[in-house]
């Protein structure tokens, strides 16, 4: 996981402020991803992000961060927080990351995982003249489908998955994040992953995913 030296932190409170860019530079794309997980639309993913790092900018300047915890964590936990305040602010509602709801009659367990998702390989864009192109072109198509799956998903999976497998927090740490029970993050993210597989391995050998989806 990217972490930022723990060096910048110092001289930011010191009051090299400059060097927040660092920070913002370093989180600025994973951070955004959460951010319009859960709020669906960019502006206001956008606005939540800017807040987010607003609070940050305020809690390491004035020494109120202290290294007790990851500070990725730390970050991701301010990002989480401000995000669902907007989500109550525009959606007149709270956010519920615990709760599923099912209104149809021959729903089965997982259907939730699958339904609205089925990827599109573009197998013309491969060139068979070039391993190397068609080794990037393969990455890039593992990490298309994974995006598109994660982004088909209730957001009660969403989220857990955006932040495992983009903004690379534990199990651990997401459930203190979410103030979910660790057994109910792990049980997510397995069943999202076994579905995730099922989709990736009609396309991919099993090799070519371990680093993905770590299997």
Do not use: C, W
């Not at 010191?14 to 860019?21: H, M, P």
């Not at 709020?39 to 305020?58: G, N, S, T």
């Not at 069943?191 to 989806?213: M, Q, S, T």
């Amino acid at each position: 996981m990217t972490e930022v030296n723990p060096e910048i932190l110092e001289r930011i409170r010191k009051g090299e402020t400059g060097l927040f860019r660092e920070v913002v530079d370093t989180y600025k794309d994973r951070a955004y991803s959460l951010t319009v997980k859960i709020l669906k639309h960019r502006e206001e993913a956008e606005d939540a992000l800017q807040d987010a790092f607003i609070r940050l900018f305020r809690a390491v300047s004035s020494g109120n961060y202290e290294a007790r915890a990851k500070f990725s964590t730390y970050f991701y936990t301010i990002v989480y927080n401000t995000a669902v305040d907007y989500y109550r602010k525009y959606y007149q509602r709270a956010f519920n990351v615990t709760s599923i709801e099912v209104h149809e009659s021959n729903y089965s367990d997982g259907d939730e995982l699958v339904r609205n998702f089925e990827p599109m390989i573009d197998r013309n864009a491969y060139d068979a003249d070039s391993m190397s192109t068609e080794r990037n072109l393969e990455v890039a198509e593992i990490q298309r489908i994974i995006r598109g799956y994660i982004n088909s998903i209730p957001q009660q999976y969403s989220v857990i998955l955006n932040m495992f497998f983009v903004n690379e927090l534990s199990h651990e740490e997401i459930s203190n994040i979410l103030k979910l029970p660790l057994g109910t993050v792990k049980n997510r993210i397995f069943r999202a992953k076994e579905k995730l597989k099922e989709i990736l391995f009609r396309e991919f050998n099993r090799e070519e995913l371990i680093e993905y989806i770590k299997v």
